[in-house]
């Protein structure tokens, strides 16, 4: 057994949020401290789940083909990287995770929360799975266990604002051309899965200064005694 025990944390908003240097910085700040770090992202991750990513930004379909997509990219990522690296005893940080399927495709899109239940639990069938993900199940306990991150840190930002912030940035993809009123769908996503899981979440003020706002992601990692 590994004597660290692995670290699972996800990182959510919508586009335009500003999570991408945060999450660099703690990949620093937790290497500086002698942890190994995995860095990683969805839909992506994976060779395999970084095809499907192309797919699903660039692609037109409908939402349940989408969310197919999304969910087969996930458990090739879950398989492969997300569960091999907490058994190793890592730090997962991951840009993305489940929450954004029920943000973006339940929220933002208006697709069925329950079906979107349904394939969470299909992607973490244990048949066919390697040995690494079926042990990091079995730690969360009672059957069917769902792996879920220990800390999902949402930076909430109001989608104004992040339309600001986003324009001219760099050539939209196919969720960032949508319009203001998607983005408020996904961010009551977001605000609805904290409400269900409340001591997952840390909602960080994302319209603060950027030095601001990483001054409250460290401190929600040094207040969990996981950074000095
Ligand atoms: P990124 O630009 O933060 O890497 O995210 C990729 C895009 O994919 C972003 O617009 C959100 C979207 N997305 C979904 O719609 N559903 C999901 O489950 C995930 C992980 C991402």
């Known amino acids: 057994m590994s004597a660290v025990q692995g670290l699972f944390i996800s990182f959510e908003g919508i586009d335009g949020a500003g999570k991408s240097t945060h999450i ?5 700040a937790f290497t ?9 992202r969805e839909p992506g991750g994976t060779p395999l789940a970084e095809k499907l990513r192309a797919m699903i930004l660039n692609d037109a379909m409908d939402a349940l083909t989408e969310s197919l997509l999304i969910f087969a990219a996930r458990r090739d990522h879950l398989s492969c990287v997300i569960a091999p690296a907490l058994a190793r005893g890592d730090v997962v940080l991951c840009d993305r995770f489940t929450d954004a399927t029920f943000a973006y495709q339940g929220g933002g899109r208006g697709f069925d929360l329950e079906m979107l239940s349904k394939l969470e ?5 244990p048949q066919g799975l390697g040995h690494d993900l079926v042990h990091e199940l ?3 306990g009672a059957a069917p266990a769902l792996l879920q991150p220990d800390l999902t840190v949402w930076f909430d930002l109001s989608p104004e604002e992040a339309a600001k912030r986003l324009a001219g940035a760099r050539v939209p993809d196919k969720f960032e051309a ?9 961010a009551q996503g977001y605000a609805n899965r904290l ?5 997952r979440f840390a909602r960080i003020d994302a319209s603060q200064a950027r030095e601001a706002v990483w001054s409250s992601v460290h401190q929600v990692f040094t207040g969990k005694g996981w950074l000095s």
Do not use: C, I, N, Y
């Not at 660099?24 to 620093?28: H, V």
């Not at 002698?34 to 860095?39: D, E, N, Y």
């Not at 949508?178 to 996904?186: L, T």
């Not at 409400?195 to 001591?199: E, K, N, Q, T």
């Open 121 to 125: 639990l299909w992607a973490q069938e």
């Open 32 to 40: 500086a401290q002698g942890r190994a770090v995995t860095l990683t």
């Open 178 to 186: 949508q319009p203001v009123e998607f983005f408020r769908r996904v």
């Open 138 to 140: 079995g730690k969360k």
């Open 24 to 28: 660099s910085a703690l990949a620093d």
């Open 195 to 199: 409400a269900l899981d409340p001591g």
